[in-house]
């Protein structure tokens, strides 16, 4: 999972270009979701003014869209989110000048969770503490400077989702990481990552 600081310090020195080509957003999904996550890191830097590692919430935004990409089967696949932050770097050249901004409208549209800052939690508690749970242990591995926060989280739901795992008869093994991976799809699909951090900070606590 580290290989994402690796791409977020690549990407701080890819901002500076100026030509006049217009880029076009791949169509291919991998390149899509790498190129869309390339755009929120140079918006981000180009918001704040600023080069070098992100905060972490624009980290989040940025990793959002392989998220997005490696939940496209109903199941979180991580070998999929490798792939795209990997290809994040070797994209950023040729996107992160000219008028790149001009894609940022092509990326909403193909992203639409991306756009959501109000994310609601689903209504069943235990899918509620899942897919806040697998949300927080995922960025607390793939983003830096979260593991405080994060791991606050993730420790006062694991607490609340035993019982209620044990009543719905799910036990540890391969069951439960199937019902994780599916429920860190679903929050994918809520909105914007910490934005679910903050709903699920509201209802459980932080």
Same mark, same amino acid.
């Given at each position: 999972?580290?290989v994402?600081?690796?791409t ?7 901002l +500076?270009?100026?030509?006049?080509k217009?880029?076009v957003?791949p169509?291919?999904?991998?390149d899509?979701a790498?190129?869309c996550g390339?755009?929120e +890191?140079g918006?981000?830097?180009e918001a ?13 935004r940025v990793?959002?869209?392989?998220m997005?990409?490696a =939940?496209e089967?109903? =199941?979180f696949?991580?070998t999929?989110f490798? +792939?795209?932050s990997?290809?994040m770097?070797?994209?950023s050249?040729?996107l992160l000048?000219g008028?790149?901004q ?5 990326c909403?549209s ?6 959501i800052a109000?994310p609601t939690?689903?209504p069943k ?5 899942l897919q ?8 607390r591995t ?6 405080d926060?994060y791991?606050l989280?993730t =420790?006062?739901l694991? =607490?609340?989702m035993?019982?209620?795992l044990?009543?719905a ?12 991976n599916? +429920?860190?799809a ?13 709903a699920c900070?509201a209802k459980?606590g932080g």
């Amino acid at each position: 999972m580290r290989v994402v600081a690796a791409t977020m310090t690549t990407m701080a020195l890819l901002l +500076a270009g100026c030509g006049e080509k217009t880029p076009v957003l791949p169509t291919e999904p991998l390149d899509r979701a790498a190129a869309c996550g390339v755009l929120e +890191a140079g918006s981000a830097r180009e918001a704040l003014g600023m080069k070098g590692e992100l905060p972490a919430e624009a980290q989040a935004r940025v990793l959002h869209y392989a998220m997005l990409y490696a =939940s496209e089967g109903g =199941s979180f696949d991580r070998t999929k989110f490798n +792939a795209v932050s990997k290809r994040m770097p070797t994209l950023s050249d040729s996107l992160l000048k000219g008028k790149w901004q001009t894609l940022r409208p092509a990326c909403a549209s193909a992203y639409p969770p991306a756009q959501i800052a109000t994310p609601t939690l689903p209504p069943k508690p235990l899918d509620a503490m899942l897919q806040c749970y697998t949300m927080a242990d995922f960025l607390r591995t793939a983003s830096t400077g979260t593991e405080d926060r994060y791991g606050l989280l993730t =420790s006062k739901l694991d =607490s609340k989702m035993t019982p209620a795992l044990r009543a719905a008869g799910i036990a540890n093994g391969d069951a439960l990481t199937a019902r994780k991976n599916s +429920a860190l799809a679903a929050a994918a699909q809520l909105g914007q990552p910490v934005a679910v951090i903050k709903a699920c900070e509201a209802k459980f606590g932080g």
